[in-house]
């Protein structure tokens, strides 16, 4: 005897996967200000460093002996300044009671403005001569992990070059290579599936940036994500994007109206 079983439609949502890698949000290279030889360094790749760890050391016997000279002259100028300032007073005092001609008053007072001015030059130069020693001293600019080293001791450094690389692993994005006419249905903020399958992590992340690639001619885009970090992340991990498609309209029925015939699947 035959049985009746209900056949019905429904409609089930369909995903593409996009597949892409972590990279840092917040990524720094530090170079240094200096031409000068290293003297000491203090990281590895892969290591993390805290906030103002110092990295790197360079040479800077040149410019401590630079800065006590600053200090020498700032102490001569002081003095002609102390001897400036009672030649003026006294000459003041003098003018007053007309013991000596109004032309040595000018002098005494062009004399104390001269060493003024020789005072302040000499300041200026021990503030920059602190502010260039302490460019001998590189320091981490934030807590992260370095991600390469470019120096070794001995080596000189000049001004501009790139001596660490360092990120921050609390801060990171996951970003995919994603089709033209998929990426035209996505918007930032709005939440996709994102998958990283070496730590078996899936988490809800939040769309940050949709944007053309580079690459000439790719109709791609490059779809950026964040959401909350696993313990374990690294930069460069192998993620993936699940992402939304259109729902597909599906006729089903139950698996017991469904037989097998040799190698042919029937239903009555």
Known sequence: GAVEVEVRRIERPRFETAVGSVQPIRETSVASKLLARVLEVNLTAGQRVKENDILVRLDDSDLIARLRQAESSRDA??????????DLQRAQSL????????????AAQAEFGSAQADLARNLQAIEEGKIILDYATIRAPFDGIVVDKRVDVGDTVT???????????????????????????????????????????ECDATI???VPEAATGSRSFSVKVVGPCPPGIYSGIFGR???????????VIPQAAVRRVGQLTMVD
Do not use: C, F, K, W
């Not at 939304?244 to 006729?251: A, K, V």
């Open 241 to 251: 994007l699940i992402l939304p498609l259109d729902s597909e309209q599906l006729t």
């Open 208 to 210: 940050s940036e949709v």
């Open 95 to 106: 003018r007053s009671n007309g013991s000596i001609p109004q032309a040595d008053l000018d």
């Open 159 to 201: 001004p501009g070059q790139v001596i660490v690389s360092i990120y921050d692993p609390t801060r990171m994005q996951l970003v995919a290579s994603v089709r033209e006419s998929l990426a035209s249905r996505l918007a930032v903020g709005q939440q996709v599936t994102a998958r990283l399958d070496s730590l078996d992590h």
């Open 77 to 86: 100028a002081q003095a002609r300044l102390d001897r400036a300032s009672a």
